[in-house]
């Protein structure tokens, strides 16, 4: 029996009302799906809507017209099936990796004595088991990335958006978060929406590779299916001719629309 969709958006147009009343479109009719146990990624220019895809399968934001389901049933209200692993961190200041990774599970009435266990296992998981009793302030940038990850993983979702989670870390705690979260996705191959700018991360990771055009009016405007071997290695698999061959190939059609928002941002700040 075929698994149902676990995200699918059709004909999605999304758009805000502005200070002067006028409605600005950012994304139109968007059509996307994402099979159970399947992993996406989107790339486009920078403002071009990508996020905004993501907070609509989050429930966050409701389209003006199309259709959003989850596991082929209609999104009413927040997506309880989805984990959300922002750009920012998310923890809090105040609390203990351990306290940080086991308060989803306390909020929805688990035992703290239950939630604390699974939350070092987690934090095991993610390389952090003696780090438990560390502060936010006293990890590195690529620690606090490892236990928001497992802050959203221990809550077991059956789909993981992630929205540019490594932009902020250098070259090589990327690769290493990268190959972290590929292991972690193995062994559970949740349904992913990966939002990224880094074209090269998207199809090292990703099935498939989304694009998306410059906005405003943003649409997809290419979808392909990366059929490079697994279990792959971040800095591996970016020597291969044939990661060569696809970043030519998609890159060929992102460059315009890079270019193109790139173009009325300078625009719009010379206004």
């Known amino acids: 029996m075929a698994q149902p969709t676990a995200v699918a958006l059709g004909d999605a147009t999304v758009g805000f009302r502005l200070a002067d009343g006028r409605v600005y479109t950012a994304v139109e009719k968007a059509n996307l799906s994402v099979a159970h146990g399947e992993f996406v990624a989107i790339v486009g220019p920078t403002g071009c809507g990508k996020s905004t895809l993501l907070n609509v399968a989050a429930g966050l934001l409701k389209p003006v017209s199309g259709a959003v389901r989850i596991f082929d049933k209609p999104l009413a209200g927040l997506n309880r099936d989805a984990g959300y692993l922002f750009q920012a961190d998310a923890l809090f200041p105040w609390k203990t990796a351990i306290d940080n990774v086991a308060i989803g ?17 987690w934090l095991t998981s993610v390389g952090l088991g003696a780090f438990a009793n560390r502060y936010p302030h006293m990890l590195s940038g690529g620690q606090r990335k490892r236990v928001g990850l497992a802050q959203v993983l221990i809550r077991d979702p059956k789909i993981l958006l992630m929205d540019e989670p490594f932009g902020p870390l250098d070259a090589q705690t990327r690769q290493i978060m990268g190959n972290l979260l590929l292991e972690l996705w193995t062994a559970d191959r949740k349904a992913v929406l990966f939002v990224t700018h880094d074209l090269e991360e998207a199809i090292a990771l990703a099935d498939r590779v989304v694009i998306m055009s410059a906005g405003p009016g943003a649409r997809i405007i290419g979808d392909w299916r990366i059929a490079l071997p697994r279990p792959r290695d971040i800095s591996e698999i970016r020597m291969e001719k044939d990661f060569h061959a696809l970043h030519r190939e998609i890159w060929g059609v992102l460059k315009d629309e890079v270019m193109k928002g790139y173009a009325q941002t300078s625009q719009a700040g010379a206004a």
């Open 105 to 121: 599970l306390e909020i929805k009435g688990t035992p703290r004595a239950a939630a604390l266990e699974r939350a070092q296992k």
